[in-house]
Structure formats: C-alpha cells, structure tokens
C-alpha cells in the first residue's frame, strides 16, 4: 500500500493555476532567451545540484559547484563533498537523456541506476541496491523521527511505487505526481543512504518527461536546500513517524506547489538579470572596440568563473586566441585571475561586478 494521491481543494487548485501561468511564461522565456543561456543554464543546474546535496551535509561552494557541474572540475575521490556534488550532477544528466526518450518506461532498474548515479561514491552503502536491513531518520539528540518499513517489505513497495509511477493517476497535475513520486520513494526509504538524494532526482524526473521546462529550470531542489527545517517538518507531519501510506498527504502536495512557485519565479528574475546584464556588457565591449566574443568571457566571469577551455568551447575560438582575450580582460582589470597552469581560472574583478550590480 502507498499514499493516495490527494484531490487539490480549491485553494490548492487555484495556486496550481497560479503555477502553470508562471511556468509557462518561464518555458517561453527560456525558448527565447539569448546567447547568455548556456551560462544561466550551468549556474541552475549548479544551484540546484548544491542545494540538493546541502540538504544531506555535503558542502561546497557556489562557484566550486558550478565548475564541477560544468566538468571543469574533476574532484579526487576521497573528497566526499565534491564528489557528492559530481554524482549527483552525472544522475540528473542522466535525468536529461530519459526526460525526451521515447521508449523510456518506469522500471526499478530506472531508480536503481539514477541512485547507483548519485551515491556511487559511497562504495560502503550499497550504491544501486535495496537495502537488506532496518533503516531509520534521527534528528536532534539522537531521536528517532522516522522509521522505514523493514526491509522485506522494500521489494514490494517499490514494485508498487514503480507500477504507479508507470501507470497511476495520469490525470494529476504533474506537479502533483511528481511530488507524490518523492513522498513515496522517501517513505520506503529503500537504500541504506542517500533517499532523500533519490526521491529529488526521481521527483525531477517525473517533471522533465513533461516536456514543458528542462530538469534545471523546472525542478525545485535549489528551493528543498534553502528550505530545509520546513521541508523536513512538512515531511515528518505527513509521515506521522512511520510508515502509514493511510495518513493525507495534502500538506506535502501543497508544499510542493508553493515551492515550484517560488522556483519559477526566482529563474524568471534570473533570466531578466542575464538579459540585462548581457547588454551591459555588449555595450561595454561596443565601446572599447573589442570582438563580441569577449562578451562570452565577462559572462562567464561573472557567474562561476571561467577558463580557457570553457571560453575557447563557447566561443568557438582557438586556445591561443582564447589566451590572449583572456590576458586582454586581465589586462583592463576586468577579470582577475586565481592558479595557474591547469589550474588556472579568471573570475570577474571588483570593479567589473560594482559596474554590472550599477547597471541593472
């Protein structure tokens, strides 16, 4: 048995309305955006990864998150911050190949993999396997808030929330299914470590094979993080403490919908702010007489930091000429640079982000 899928009331329905105008004004948005995207959309993915993470301890950041998620980044193994941050960035590109596939179906090897994805650096919890024993969720102190269904039953749940997943409630908002998807698969708790992690990527899936935004721009994982007391608070009210799939979960769900909300409008802003800044900064390299691909290199700066290889891919230019564009914005104080080598990244200065933050 797992939770039933809550009818949305009235007040719940007219915020779910409130969400498609907003997400629909942010899917057109995003079809429309600028040559700025492709930065906006590491810095998204990046935010969203980090504050997923953030939520189970693991800590890194911003511009350290954005430069693993991009692959600029390689973390050594034994650093279990970044390589959190690194796995989980694999599952959710894993998340982007299923969301259009057009044989894709829900199986378990489907949330098998995408947790072997996020937890395969802890070789020690059985990455990509039910777990075979007692699980439980402690908070302050030491007490125990939550406790999982033992794990004979985890085959069968799992078998039913993937059977759901497949074929349930397909008339639900997808917001709604997808936000069932999480509370179901955090129920189970069905792996010995890294449920929580699961049940956000599941979620995103269930959101992405929608098709309306990409997995950056539609999930709310950036908002889970920053949320973290309530979004375990709601959890816990809905869970009662146990496993008791009988209990309303209408509280979850709207939670759920404030969230994508608040998301949505937030890359909304975001994208205004790209846009903005991405002009400012053509007239900027307008003015000096400089090529319009300097451009792309400022951006960069700006939003995590770039270096050679990132801006010579962006901007379809040679190594060297991506070395001297690079020594020119060093050279008027634009951009500073940190390392040196392979180690080597140039991030905006002072100045360049005074005269930005004056501009918008």
């Known amino acids: 048995m797992i939770y039933a899928t809550p009818r949305p009331q009235p007040d719940l329905q007219e915020r779910i309305t409130e969400l498609d105008q907003v997400r629909g004004a942010l899917g057109l948005r995003v079809s429309r955006a600028g040559p700025w995207l492709g930065t906006l959309r590491r810095l998204v993915k990046a935010s969203s990864v980090e504050g997923s993470t953030s939520i189970e301890g693991f800590s890194v950041a911003p511009d350290e998150a954005i430069a693993i998620v991009s692959g600029e980044e390689t973390p050594s193994p034994g650093d279990q911050d970044r390589m959190a941050v690194a796995c989980y960035s694999q599952a959710m590109d894993h998340v982007g190949v299923m969301a259009d596939d057009p044989a894709f179906h829900w199986v378990e090897r489907v949330i098998l993999d995408l947790h072997f994805d996020a937890c395969s650096f802890q070789r020690d919890k059985n990455p990509g396997r039910w777990r075979t024993g007692a699980i439980g969720v402690t908070g302050s102190?030491?007490?125990?808030?939550?406790?999982?269904?033992?794990?004979?039953?985890?085959?069968?749940?799992?078998?039913?929330?993937?059977?759901?997943?497949?074929?349930?409630?397909?008339?639900?908002?997808?917001?709604?299914?997808?936000?069932?998807?999480?509370l179901h698969v955090v129920s189970v708790h069905?792996?010995?470590?890294?449920?929580?992690?699961?049940?956000?990527?599941?979620?995103?899936?269930?959101?992405?094979?929608?098709?309306?935004?990409?997995p950056e721009f539609?999930?709310?994982?950036?908002?889970?993080?920053?949320?973290?007391?309530?979004?375990?608070?709601?959890?816990?009210?809905?869970?009662?403490?146990?496993?008791?799939?009988?209990?309303?979960?209408?509280?979850?769900?709207?939670?759920?919908?404030?969230?994508?909300?608040?998301?949505?409008?937030?890359?909304?802003?975001?994208?205004?702010?790209?846009?903005?800044?991405?002009s400012y900064l053509e007239r900027l390299a307008e003015e000096r007489g400089w090529p319009d691909r300097l451009v792309i290199a400022l951006e960069q700066s700006l939003v995590g930091g770039t270096?050679?290889?990132?801006?010579?891919?962006?901007?379809?230019?040679?190594?060297?000429?991506a070395t001297g564009d690079l020594r020119r914005l060093v050279d008027a104080g634009l951009i500073k640079q940190q390392g040196r080598g392979r180690s080597t990244r140039y991030y905006a200065s002072d100045q360049l982000r005074a005269d930005v933050a004056a501009a918008g």
């Open 307 to 321: 270096d050679r290889t990132l801006y010579a891919n962006e901007a379809d230019v040679s190594a060297a000429s």
């Open 218 to 278: 539609g999930s709310i994982e950036e908002y889970l993080g920053e949320h973290t007391p309530e979004y375990y608070r709601v959890l816990q009210d809905v869970q009662g403490g146990r496993y008791q799939p009988e209990r309303d979960a209408s509280a979850w769900v709207s939670f759920c919908v404030d969230a994508h909300v608040a998301q949505a409008r937030q890359r909304l802003d975001q994208i205004e702010q790209a846009g903005v800044r991405w």
């Open 190 to 214: 069905p792996f010995r470590d890294g449920n929580g992690r699961i049940a956000r990527i599941v979620q995103s899936l269930v959101l992405a094979r929608e098709g309306l935004l990409s």
């Open 141 to 182: 102190g030491g007490r125990l808030i939550y406790d999982a269904p033992g794990a004979d039953r985890v085959p069968s749940l799992m078998a039913e929330v993937v059977d759901w997943l497949e074929h349930g409630d397909p008339d639900a908002h997808v917001v709604v299914r997808a936000a069932m998807a999480h």
